[in-house]
């Protein structure tokens, strides 16, 4: 109940923050969408809240995980109304995180100050996911519901990643960033990775926090634009830099695992994870392999050995720490479930091509397409402008 007052009241201090400028149109606009996006969210965390106390008779989480998992096994109408419970959670968690198709609220709200968009990216974000995390040993029940986010959590986490690279204004850019961050790690919580998703809620705060009060450094940025620019290689040799970019990368981590004692498949989505974290060192040795010189080779390396292992040791640790709060058991993957895996990896993957492509193939007809969609994000917020026109009696404005 008392998280449940602090969400809603949270979401009310933050649209008056939203509104800091009321002279200007879109700021307004921006606000009031995302006032509609709460007010949903609302309604289904009070919905499953009640269904909650119909179904357990209580509040108390030790007393409703400990029910909850005496449905498991269960086919009777309680089990359906667990998983329905659930899932009607993960829904009022989606509205919160700005997952798909809430997602267009966040980075429309970029004309506040940028000390409350900190504020907003590094903490109130992170709302939704810890609802998820905190209520995992419920959330775990349902098939249906991991199902869920694990779906929605990965096309956002896409969808967010190909955005981002194509917008001109830092603010949206870092704004569609934590799209696909706060997608990311409702992924990990599909996967029953909840550690690994509270770890990472952590470090994009403190990442996030400091990219949004340093924006201003506009000049030190584009310096770095132009020196990354200038990497170019030959398709010949960005294909066998590549190659052994992704073969170093696997070794960094057989080796980081075998140091630390990590039995991957034991963890919640270990093997998922792990090809996501192998192919991101590889986008980082790749992109020091590219330059040519031998110091920027050996820093990357240092950098991707000192990324996985300091990764590693950080789950380790969290997953200790929450091993009594959180449901750490091992979800059972059935064939669908790996076939819908292996189709998330290679969007990931593609991601990484796209990305490699658009910095360095731009001139490509399809591409300046593609290029054109993606920076008007798919038009995918269009349903969203339409519903707050049709509820606040105007059009949208201009942004």
Not at 120 to 148: E, K
Not at 318 to 332: F, G, P, T
Request: proline share 4%; net charge positive.
């Amino acid at each position: 109940v008392m998280f449940t007052l602090s969400w809603m009241l949270t979401s009310l201090g933050l649209h008056q923050l939203l509104i800091h400028y009321p002279e200007r149109p879109w700021a307004v606009w921006a606000a009031r969408k995302k006032f509609l996006i709460s007010r949903l969210g609302d309604i289904l965390l009070l919905t499953a809240l009640s269904l909650t106390f119909y179904c357990f008779g209580s509040f108390e989480y030790g007393e409703i995980f400990g029910k909850a998992d005496a449905f498991r096994e269960d086919s009777s109408t309680n089990a359906y109304l667990v998983s329905l419970i659930a899932t009607l959670y993960v829904l009022g968690a989606m509205t919160k995180s700005a997952q798909f198709p809430f997602h267009s609220w966040l980075p429309d709200t970029m004309e506040t100050p940028t000390p409350v968009s900190a504020l907003m990216h590094a903490g109130i974000i992170n709302a939704g996911g810890f609802l998820i995390i905190r209520l995992s040993p419920l959330v775990s029940v349902s098939d249906l519901a991991l199902d869920f986010l694990t779906i929605v959590g990965a096309f956002t986490a896409l969808l967010g990643a190909v955005v981002m690279i194509t917008q001109s204004s830092i603010k949206r850019a870092l704004a569609y960033s934590t799209v696909a961050q706060m997608g990311f790690m409702m992924f990990q919580c599909g996967l029953g990775a909840f550690s690994a998703a509270l770890l990472h809620i952590v470090a994009h705060s403190l990442y996030k926090a400091h990219a949004f009060l340093s924006s201003g450094s506009v000049l030190e940025g584009a310096t770095g634009a132009k020196v990354e620019s200038s990497i170019n290689p030959t398709a010949s040799r960005a294909l066998s830099g590549l190659a052994v970019a992704a073969l170093v990368s696997m070794a960094i981590f057989m080796g980081s695992l075998w140091l630390l004692g990590i039995d991957l498949v034991a963890k919640p989505g270990g093997p998922v994870l792990g090809v996501i974290l192998v192919v991101a060192m590889t986008q980082l040795l790749w992109r020091a392999n590219a330059t040519g010189l031998w110091t920027l080779k050996m820093w990357g390396i240092g950098g991707a050995v000192l990324v996985c292992v300091g990764y590693l040791v950080a789950y380790l640790t969290v997953d200790r720490i929450l091993s009594a709060s959180v449901s750490n058991q091992a979800i059972q993957f059935s064939t669908l479930d790996w076939v819908m895996a292996v189709f998330i990896l290679f969007g990931f993957l593609a991601v990484f091509a796209l990305q490699a492509m658009v910095t360095t193939r731009i001139n490509r007809p399809f591409l300046r397409a593609f290029y054109v969609h993606a920076l008007n994000g798919f038009y995918l917020d269009i349903p969203a402008r339409r519903i707050t026109a049709r509820f606040w009696g105007h059009e949208s404005p201009t942004p």
